[in-house]
T-cell receptor, first 111, second 113 residues
Framework: RKEVEQDPGPFNVPEGATVAFNCTYS??????FFWYRQDCRKEPKLLMS???SGNEDGRFTAQLNRASQYISLLIRDSKLSDSATYLC????????????FGAGTTVTVRA | DVKVTQSSRYLVKRTGEKVFLECVQD?????MFWYRQDPGLGLRLIYF???????EKGDIPEGYSVSREKKERFSLILESASTNQTSMYLC????????????FGPGTRLTVT
């Protein structure tokens, strides 16, 4: 079983729409959680950290459910520039710098 | 501005050749990583280094070795390239303390024929 599983999509949405997707992780020892964004043919970059209480960064909202071991990302008022692959990332255990990456969810926003 | 650079964007090598991929970071980060990224599989950790001359195997170290002689430079070596090592290779670094954010280089697309 993969450590981090994501629906690969693609999610095709019109501009202005809301899109949401989840990922699940298998390691209950994971302590820190992130969403990274990867544009086509580019390197991954940190989008946002995910906190237990949930957090927002502009149009992006991330939630963590430790009991069910899933993380979600919601994008409101989608822009064309939001088209990318979103990678769900978790730490492997406490105080461990190594990360486990999901294979990514592709979002395409159309005009 | 944070910068991780990799020696080549595209590389074509023949089966059996020795291949060197180099990564340099200018952020004085202790931790450096080599991943490969393949469709549907995500990023898989090959090797990790947490200090000069220190290295640790990742999830898929077979067929690879690494070298870290200086803090800013982390090299990935394919001793005898094989076709199943055709992939995108990404280098990353992260800072001290409880800083898990990894900064990635632009990647090297390696094709082994």
């Amino acid at each position: 079983r993969k450590e981090v599983e994501q629906d690969p999509g693609p999610f095709n949405v019109p501009e202005g729409a809301t899109v949401a997707f989840n990922c699940t992780y298998s390691n209950s020892a994971s302590q820190s959680f992130f969403w990274y964004r990867q544009d086509c043919r580019k390197e991954p970059k940190l989008l946002m950290s995910v906190y237990s209480s949930g957090n927002e960064d502009g149009r992006f909202t991330a939630q963590l459910n430790r009991a069910s071991q899933y993380i979600s990302l919601l994008i409101r008022d989608s822009k064309l520039s939001d088209s990318a692959t979103y990678l769900c990332v978790v730490t492997r255990r406490s105080n461990d710098y190594k990360l486990s990456f999901g294979a990514g969810t592709t979002v395409t926003v159309r005009a | 501005d944070v910068k991780v650079t990799q020696s080549s964007r595209y590389l074509v090598k023949r089966t059996g050749e020795k291949v060197f991929l180099e990564c340099v970071q200018d952020m004085d980060h202790e931790n450096m990583f080599w991943y490969r990224q393949d469709p549907g599989l995500g990023l898989r950790l090959i090797y990790f280094s947490y200090d000069v001359k220190m290295k640790e195997k990742g999830d898929i170290p077979e067929g690879y070795s690494v070298s870290r002689e200086k803090k800013e430079r982390f090299s990935l070596i394919l001793e005898s390239a094989s076709t199943n090592q055709t992939s995108m290779y990404l280098c990353a670094s992260s800072g001290p303390g409880q800083s898990y954010e990894q900064y990635f280089g632009p990647g090297t697309r390696l094709t082994v024929t």
